[in-house]
């Protein structure tokens, strides 16, 4: 797969991004394996931006690993410096399960009950709100009322 062409300003958006992460893919001594190159995809599928870690003191080894990485992951070389690689590939779209039948869950409210007596602080108690009920301004918990709908809206269905 060819790997992603990106201007200079959008590679230099992409390093300062990367500067404050940690590496989460480590190269060990046995290179460039399989399980590497699928743990760089699996990370590159989570995060999108990812610093990998080379443990080699060759540095011709190190630049055809990051341009491998690359072309077969079918990402965009940030920046190689030192014993670190950056790469970046936009994240993939995650589809949301819709469910039809969900109903609103229950909300918790914190209500301040005030005392009778003066210089008595409030108390603070926790009101729990079911899907069908709402809260007052008074900070009582009264069941929704129906959407009203007018007789001539009722006739004509």
Not at 112 to 140: D, M
């Amino acid at each position: 797969m060819p790997q992603i062409q990106l201007t200079p300003a959008q590679r230099k958006e992409h390093r300062a991004e990367a500067h404050h992460l940690d590496p989460v893919v480590m190269v060990g001594g046995d290179g460039l394996t399989a399980a590497v190159k699928k743990e760089a995809d699996a990370a590159l599928n989570a995060h999108g931006l990812i610093k990998v870690r080379v443990f080699s003191d060759d540095r011709t080894a190190r630049e055809a690993m990051f341009l491998t990485l690359a072309d077969e992951l079918n990402a965009a070389p940030i920046q190689h410096i030192g014993k670190l690689l950056v790469l970046w590939r936009p994240v993939p779209a995650r589809e949301k399960t819709v469910d039809e039948n969900r109903m609103a869950g229950p909300r918790d409210f914190k209500v301040l009950k005030y005392s009778k007596q003066s210089g008595q602080r409030p108390e603070v108690k926790t009101l729990r709100v079911l899907g069908n009920q709402r809260l007052t301004a008074g900070g009582q918990v009264k069941r929704a009322k129906p959407k009203m709908v007018s007789i001539k809206k009722r006739s004509q269905t």
